[in-house]
């Protein structure tokens, strides 16, 4: 489903991502761990465009990315649920869903507005309200949600809890695993190794732009010495 090899990225002359390497299965959930600026979100916006990469090759559902104007990623199926949420602060709950909807005609059970709301009852009583006028918590459903509207196949959360309360956070990492449940891909980056531990098949962790480590929830559960190395626990 997706294979990252090498991969470099570059900020104008300062290299971010040093040749990564890890691959996802289709209906596996991954997570890239690592401490603050070690290259997680530079590696997702280079898989999704945002950022070039400048070498190496990003392999997603059998076509390269690598090179390929970032407009041309976008009917892939790679949805991206991006760090700080940006969703329209001037469109409604509903509006924002609507914005990014996308006919999968072909598709047995495609994401309607309906799904995401079954998903997050949360949002159907604030379907209304102004994207700006939305909780943080809400905010980062809809987030999601609109992700699930393109009917991706693979779901990428960058940050999925980042600033949400307790509560909120179980929230999002349950609809997770229900949204897992459905066969999606997923690969996400978060803070909370616990949960990530519980939703993820597998782990890379980042190191200055190279992944270092790769294993399941039990092997870094039970390697100390790897989760006091690279992730400083
Ligand atoms: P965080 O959790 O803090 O977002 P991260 O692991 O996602 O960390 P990145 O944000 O990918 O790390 O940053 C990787 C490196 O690239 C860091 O050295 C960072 O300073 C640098 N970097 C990130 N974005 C830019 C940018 N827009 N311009 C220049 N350098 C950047």
Do not use: C
């Amino acid at each position: 489903m997706l294979d990252v090899s090498d991969l470099t990225t570059h900020y104008g002359t300062s290299q971010a991502l040093f040749g990564m390497n890890f691959s996802l299965g289709t209906g596996e959930v991954a997570t890239l761990l690592g401490r603050n600026g070690m290259g997680k979100t530079t590696t997702i916006n280079s898989i999704m465009g945002i950022v070039k990469a400048s070498g190496g090759s990003i392999v997603f559902d059998g076509e390269e990315l690598v090179g390929r104007p970032s407009f041309r990623t976008a009917n892939l199926g790679l949805g991206l649920v991006p760090e700080g949420r940006q969703i329209f602060p001037n469109l409604s709950a509903r509006e924002n869903l609507v914005a990014t909807a996308s006919n999968h005609l072909n598709q047995p059970d495609p994401w309607t507005i309906d799904r995401v709301f079954a998903l997050f009852p949360e949002l159907e009583s604030r379907a209304s309200s102004m994207g700006n006028l939305l909780s943080g918590g809400e905010q980062q459903m809809l987030a999601i949600g609109r992700a699930l509207m393109t009917n991706p196949k693979l779901l990428i959360l960058d940050e999925a809890t980042e600033g949400l309360a307790p509560l909120i956070r179980q929230k999002i990492w349950s609809a997770l695993a229900d949204i897992r449940a459905t066969g999606l891909s997923i690969l996400v980056v978060d803070k909370n190794l616990h949960d990530l531990m519980r939703l993820a098949d597998r782990h890379f962790i980042v190191q200055r732009g190279e992944v270092v480590w790769s294993g399941t929830s039990a092997e870094l559960q039970a390697d100390q010495t790897a989760r006091e190395t690279w992730l400083g626990l």
